[in-house]
């Protein structure tokens, strides 16, 4: 997979602080990069980077393998960003301020009503852009971003001050843009989110890249256990040990056995079955995005 936003080496300072130290990103084409980091471990500063907003001295900031340095117009005509709040006029209606970007952008009403459908804004597009909703705000927030039919979103902390409803309706407008073939380079702090729609995963801690790949690599490194409740436990702690299965605990009859893989779980069922042990509970026991980031936190600042 080829990829849409590298960074090589990119480093940034403000006076003799260091905010960005060699960061390298590798964001592929048709992906949700999710970006991940602490307040003030520069999440912020390298959205601003990638889209132009702060300068990259040291021109290592490259769109669809171009320069953004050297191509910054071409590559602003490709990309739709969002940066927190988005921005619009409060009193024209949803409708006019899409027209008012189609003085630019030339695309014709045509493309103002499938962006409103697509956004699900077109009921209400004859209203004043102050009398939104926080979640109807982000969404003419997105609607203005794609309205030129970018192939890179850049999206920070799009869900900001949105309500369940509103965090699930954002999710489905990502995964369908998603569908349609853009890139997706989002972050944001509700962690629950992003491992639900992002593809890849970018961790930030102190200007560092602590962690890049996909999501499932991720998730993977984590080691998983199932509980089971039986009864015979100290029967089964026997059974499994031979077998060569590491056991954490019995308490209760309960005991929690680390497994590699699904073919491990299946052998783990297959032989305390054989042996006659009754099983009467079963729950995996698999570790989150939101675990995982605290512990490379951690690691990291051990």
């Known amino acids: ?11 940034f300072q403000i006076g003799s602080k260091t905010i960005l130290n060699n960061i390298n990103l590798n964001v592929p084409k048709g992906s949700i990069y999710g970006y991940l980091g ?6 912020s500063t390298t959205i601003k980077l990638l889209l132009g907003l702060l300068e990259d001295k040291n021109d290592h900031v490259f769109v ?10 071409q590559i602003h005509a490709i990309t739709g960003n969002l940066i927190e709040s988005p921005c619009f006029y409060n009193k024209l209606t949803v409708f006019e301020n899409l ?7 030339k695309k014709g009403t045509r493309r103002i009503e499938e962006v409103l459908e697509l956004v699900d804004l077109h009921e209400q597009k004859k209203k004043k852009a102050s009398k939104l909703s926080m979640g109807m705000k982000q969404r003419l927030g997105i609607a203005m971003a794609i309205f030129h039919d ?3 979103l850049v999206l920070d902390e799009p869900l900001n ?21 853009k890139t997706i380079f989002l972050s944001s702090h509700i962690l629950s989110e992003l491992e639900k ?9 102190k200007g560092e890249m602590i962690f890049q790949g996909t999501k499932n690599d991720l998730l993977g490194q984590v080691e998983r256990y199932v509980s089971l409740k ?70 990291t600042n051990d």
């Open 64 to 73: 669809h393998g171009k320069s953004l340095k050297q191509n910054i117009t």
């Open 1 to 11: 997979m080829t990829e849409s936003i590298t960074t090589k080496n990119l480093c």
């Open 99 to 105: 027209k008012y970007l189609d003085i630019i952008h």
């Open 230 to 299: 039986v009864n015979d436990a100290e029967t089964a702690i026997t059974i499994l040990s031979t077998l060569g299965f590491s056991i954490q605990n019995n308490v209760n009859n309960k005991i929690s056995v680390k497994i590699n893989d699904d073919q491990q779980f299946n052998s783990l069922l297959k032989s305390l079955v054989h042996n006659g042990i009754e099983i009467y509970e079963l729950e995996a026991q698999n570790a989150n995005l939101e675990q995982i980031f605290i512990n490379l936190i951690s690691q």
């Open 197 to 205: 729609v992002a593809t890849h995963i970018g961790i930030i801690e």
């Open 150 to 152: 970018p192939q890179l």
């Open 161 to 181: 001050g949105l309500d369940p409803q509103g965090i699930f309706e954002m999710r489905k407008l990502f995964q369908n843009l998603n569908e349609q073939g």
């Open 38 to 43: 602490r307040n003030g471990a520069g999440k």
